[in-house]
């Protein structure tokens, strides 16, 4: 029996389509390109660490138009970065110190569910405790938030913040920090993107140093 999955724009596939979707990739691939695989089999060197949403619309190879073997992902809801999650924290490390990546890009999305919900008051389940990350920033931008009436802009800015913050959450980590103090070529970037326009807006709070860092987080080497 076949089971069907109902796509967003109503398109049915199939769960055995998705294995010959997976054939015909590999077939076009090796079309343009026969060695393709064995090059990518070879390993990996990255220059790009994505800490992007879950959200199925934003996947980072299609909307950078980068291939395969290009960026090293990392995705949860709603793109938080927190010092608690060990999941993050084992990617960052192995992202910084093994794979010795240039750059770090938090990426939120406008339109993100998990931010609308943050916004909210309705209980979700189990995710109200994950979305508490993302009412902190609220709270810690609480005065010029407070200012913004229209609902669809409030959402659009606390996207923005949040990338901002989750990029500063990464400067703030041991782990770039002290590849900042051995010299380490690392640069930290947060980046927004507009599901309408397909556009990516450079949110201008990079850093490639611990020269931004607030002194309470700066740690001596």
């Keep these: 029996m076949c089971a069907k999955i109902e796509?967003?724009?109503?398109?049915?596939?199939?769960?055995?389509?998705?294995?010959?979707?997976?054939?015909?990739?590999?077939?076009?691939?090796?079309?343009?390109?026969?060695e393709f695989f064995n090059k990518l089999s070879a390993g990996q060197a990255p220059p790009v660490l994505w800490i992007g949403c879950s959200d199925s619309r934003v996947p980072a190879n299609q909307i950078t138009n980068t291939m395969p073997g290009d960026i090293f992902v990392h995705r949860n809801i709603a793109n938080v970065v927190t010092h608690t999650d060990m999941n993050l924290l084992s990617v960052?490390?192995?992202?910084?110190?093994?794979?010795?990546?240039?750059?770090?890009?938090?990426?939120?999305?406008?339109?993100?569910?998990g931010v609308n919900a943050a916004l909210g008051d309705k209980q979700v389940g189990l995710i109200d405790n994950w979305l508490r990350n993302i009412k902190d920033v609220y709270r810690i931008h609480e005065r010029e938030m407070s200012t913004i009436k229209d609902p669809v802009r409030k959402s659009e800015r606390l996207v923005e913040l949040n990338a901002i913050e989750g990029a500063a959450n990464v400067m703030s980590t041991s782990i770039v920090q002290n590849a900042w103090a051995a010299g380490q070529e690392l640069s930290v970037h947060a980046w927004v993107y507009s599901l309408k326009t397909g556009l990516i807006t450079d949110m201008k709070v990079s850093a490639s140093n611990s020269e931004d860092l607030s002194p309470v987080f700066k740690m001596q080497a």
């Design 7 to 34: 796509t967003q724009d109503n398109k049915a596939i199939t769960y055995e389509g998705l294995l010959e979707g997976n054939k015909a990739w590999v077939a076009d691939t090796l079309k343009e390109d026969p």
């Design 92 to 113: 960052l490390d192995y992202s910084v110190n093994v794979l010795k990546v240039k750059h770090i890009i938090v990426c939120g999305h406008y339109g993100c569910g």
